[in-house]
């Protein structure tokens, strides 16, 4: 049986994660909704989700620091992609700053969540890590800021022979600190946004590192600086510059991005042409630096001022594109016949992907599965009243539309006030025309089963495209016709009222 949270009220908004989107959505609510009651349940002991969790030699973002930073807190370091550390710091700078922290309950791990519609109200149940009890907390709305991806286990196959190996097997996700890679020979598995992160940040130390790819993916270098933003930081006060920065960059991101979904040939082209231009003679581009995909068929991995390719070009590490035929006790042994010697073997093989932080969530005691429901603007759930997601894009970084989510949420809670809403229409099962998979990340990992549906036509419909879903979520209406809501105020529910979603024919 489960304790009742120590709060005797019930809660407004009951935010699940303190990573980057959790403390960014509690800050909007803050400043927006000041007179929410919320709290945040962090599974973990600290705050920091990703930034936290990732210990890994290199770790930094893949997006500039002016679109991965809070749109109502400028980025003020030096580096436009900026280290792992740096980026946890901003985090913890902006709850202490905003007093959020007195708010989290960290070692707190949701299991479940339970809306009843007799009480317009979820029943949230969280098993605390200092002793296994589990504890109920209430509230009206749910916020799930928890990513989409397993804390707990990455993505990792298993290798034949990996028995017989006599060095080191690690995964990046769950890095030991005291591991000694000094005068050793590494071999990177993969070739996504963690390789090539690590391999230049290894190779300084390591005797040699091989980043050992099963095929090539787009690499691309932008400087570790932004001069533009530097200047603009001298000319302009400081919100005003971070906010030129932030917009050029955005366009500048759209405008690469459509380029290359509409002449991807010559995108790739000159892409591949770059990375040629960085390696110089003696690497065979053709074989290991060119896609057999489109760009931005899946994220373009990005290297900040260049590094792997310098690391490459001056011999401290390379590129092998094969397959792995077993592990051997000194090495691993590829399908050409080629042997890599290796003391240390690093699988950056990727994460497991997972939604709602695996929590088993119910409305009115049925199950609900992200997998069986459609995606609603790309952060709430058919059939799934007062529940919002916090997702990031694909083609951009993920706070550009955690923040435009959390805009959103605030504008929805006053709108919700102002009318006196308190209880949801008719939740019906969506009948949006051409659902298929949603693709919010394209992940290396089975994400069959995993991600929400999307349909053919908003607000069903993802566009990756941040300047559409501001207008949309700043801007748009609330009542749009699909978000069904009941005028009438119930006499047991206080002024946070529930919301709920149809895909069916629009309600008068």
Known sequence: MADAAPEETVLDVLIVGAGLSGIGAARQLQQRCPGKRFAILEARQAMGGTWDLFRYPGIRSDSDMYTLGYRFKPWKGAKA???????????????????????????????SAAWHSHEACWTVTAERAADGSRQQWRARFLYVCAGYYSYAAGHRPAFPGEESFRGRIVHPQFWDA??????????????????????????????????LQRSPSYVVTRPGEDAMAARLRRLLPERLA??????KNVLLGMFFFQLARRRPERVSERMIGLAAAQLGPGIDVGRHFTPRYKPWDQRVCLVPDGDLFREIREGRASVVTDTIERLTEDGILLASGQTLPADIVVTATGLKL????????????????PAEQMAYKGMMLSDVPNLVLAFGYTNASWTLKADLTAEYVCRLLRYMDRRGHAWPCHARCCRASGAVPGLYVRLRAARAGVLPRQ????????????????????????????????????ATVPREAPVSL???EVQP
């Open 455 to 490: 349909g053919d036509r908003k607000p069903w419909r993802l566009y990756q495209n941040y300047v559409m879903d501001m207008l949309t979520l700043r801007h748009g209406r609330i009542a749009d016709g699909v978000l069904q809501f009941d005028a009438k105020q119930s």
């Open 81 to 111: 992609i900026a280290d792992g550390p740096s980026i946890l710091s901003y985090i913890r700078e902006t709850a202490e700053e905003a007093g959020i922290t007195q708010h989290i309950r960290f070692g707190h791990k949701v299991v």
């Open 178 to 211: 005291s591991l000694d890679y000094a005068g050793k020979r590494v071999v990177v598995i993969g070739s996504g946004a963690t390789a090539v992160t690590m391999v230049p940040a290894m190779a300084g130390t390591a005797a040699h590192v091989t980043m």
């Open 242 to 247: 971070y906010a030129a920065t932030r917009w």
């Open 354 to 369: 997972n939604m709602l932080g695996d929590i088993a969530v119910t409305v009115d005691g049925q199950p609900r599965i």
């Open 502 to 504: 149809s895909g069916g």
